[in-house]
């Protein structure tokens, strides 16, 4: 792991963090809070991926000072060929610390042991300065901006990151 955060694996008590992370100040850049059913349809895909298609965490302080916020990784077709996607979430109260960046920087590790795909790209809407920071903190490399549908029915324009996690293409 790096530095003062670890990642534990999604289990069926995490529901709450979902819960959290559903508000408009969470989601303001993705298009809006969600329904009352998205975080818990959300919740039971996590706790049902299989983990030759990804994992999911939460984002836990190793001091033992709380649950900063949940992140990722899972297979996505993309451009012709599959790779892993990722993205995170930290909570109001444990932003401006640099946890996003540790956190994106252990789910690369993580990524890269499951091995599978050569390349982890994490899409943040352009607008979304910090998560573009976080990208770029953690050593990702910006390939330019993406037009998405996020959430269904909803265009976005993002920004195309992507980390370089060796091996071969798969």
Known sequence: MDGDVRLVPWADDD???LRGTSS???TGHLGGPESEDEPAARH???LELEPAAGRMYRVVLADGGGTAGPVGF????????????TGWAVLPG???RGLAVRAARAVVEEAR???RHRRLHAWPKVTHTASNKV?????F?????VGFEYPKGHRITCHDWWYDLGGEEG
């Open 74 to 85: 899972w297979e996505r077709a993309w451009r012709g060929g599959t790779v892993w996607g």
């Open 24 to 26: 408009l100040e969470m």
């Open 94 to 96: 444990f932003r401006g």
């Open 44 to 46: 039971r895909g996590y």
């Open 15 to 17: 529901f709450r963090l």
């Open 135 to 139: 990208c770029e903190r953690a050593g």
């Open 113 to 115: 042991a499951a091995g």
């Open 141 to 145: 490399t910006l390939l330019g901006p």
